[in-house]
């Protein structure tokens, strides 16, 4: 019997990794299905094309994701919520997704992080979790709760554990100022440490794991696999050759962990990144040995052509937005 065609519902589509690997479904002219909290944004960000359907809403929604996952064969949860926000959303949003996925056993493709581990120097998928915060023992919690539901037969799921993101549309606080100050030959900011070496995950190559993955059958109820990326010299090694590639000098700007601190004491986003300091002040790396053995002919995109693919993005993002304005 031929197998019925995936189709794909993608949560948090215009988000760091979700739009990555939105991009690569359709890319596969694969279904997809993307609900959005924002329409007009996420019409902005894909145009139209023949397999991909938006709906606006939200993931706590439970009848709403219910309804859309019917057709579902997988379910890419990548909802975020700002730091402040994680203490009962991001469970919420799980459970939902889970619930949701229960309806025709749906495949879970869920982004994994390292804040299980806490200061784990190497981090294997048989690594015993060590969380040191309380963002690291939320995400326990989730991985519980998908652990617990493909272990019941209620759906399938494969976890791809990822380090720090950086690619197109990756907009958080800590990779945006980079590649805009790489093109405007700005100072390009870090925090604590840019000295040491330090594990980045391009977004394409990220989604395109997690598609391959999705290739491969039979796979266990619940599938754990890390993917390493690319391990970096150093930061400011890094800023410098993004600002080479813009055709700017490399303007280098270091936030110390001091600073977070106090501002903490004022501002609570900042007590947020405070608890999150380790993270870049020490070099935490992912063993990804167990997905090249699974894959073994997947090759990371070359930095240089990242850099450049990156650049492009941000520098056509920029200027839409600047005539928008």
């Excluded at 939200?58 to 994680?86: C, M």
């Excluded at 799980?94 to 495949?107: H, I, K, M, Q």
């Excluded at 405007?184 to 794991?209: C, E, F, N, S």
């Excluded at 059958?217 to 150093?234: D, H, T």
Aim: proline share 7%.
């Amino acid at each position: 019997m031929t197998p019925p065609k995936a189709h794909f519902l993608i949560l948090g589509g215009t988000g760091s990794i979700g739009y990555a690997f939105a991009q690569e479904v359709l890319r596969r002219n694969e279904q997809a299905t993307l609900l959005v909290r924002n329409l007009p944004k996420a019409e902005k960000l894909f145009g139209p094309h023949a397999t991909l359907k938006l709906i606006e809403g939200d993931v706590q929604d439970l009848s709403l994701l219910k309804r859309l996952a019917e057709p579902a064969t997988h379910i890419f949860h990548g909802i975020n919520y700002p730091y402040a926000q994680w203490a009962g959303n991001m469970a919420r949003a799980t459970e939902n997704v889970l619930e949701a996925a229960a309806r025709n056993e749906a495949t879970v493709l869920f982004p994994g992080n390292i804040y299980n581990y806490g200061l784990t120097p190497l981090i294997k998928e048989t690594s015993s979790e060590q969380p040191n915060t309380r963002k690291g023992a939320i995400r326990v919690k989730l991985e519980q709760l998908l652990q617990e539901s493909a272990s019941q037969g209620k759906c399938r799921v494969i976890n791809l554990r990822l380090p720090d993101f950086w690619g197109p549309n990756v907009l958080n606080e800590g990779i945006v100022p980079i590649f805009r100050g790489a093109l405007q030959g700005k100072a390009m900011p870090w925090l604590i440490r840019d000295d040491i070496p330090h594990q980045l995950v391009y977004t394409p190559d990220a989604a395109r794991a997690f598609y391959e993955l999705v290739q491969l059958q039979p796979q266990e109820p619940y599938a754990l696999y890390n993917y390493a990326g690319e391990v970096v010299p150093s930061i400011k090694q890094w800023q410098a050759a993004i600002a080479d590639a813009a055709g700017t000098r490399p303007k280098h700007k270091l936030y110390p962990k001091v600073l977070f601190k106090v501002l903490g004491w004022f501002v609570p986003g900042m007590r947020e990144i405070h608890e999150m300091s380790y993270l870049w002040g020490n070099t935490l790396l992912l063993d990804d040995n167990k997905l090249r053995q699974v894959l073994p002919d997947f090759r990371n995109t070359p930095m240089q052509q990242a850099i450049a693919d990156t650049l492009s993005w941000f520098r056509e993002h920029d200027k839409t937005h600047a005539m928008k304005g």
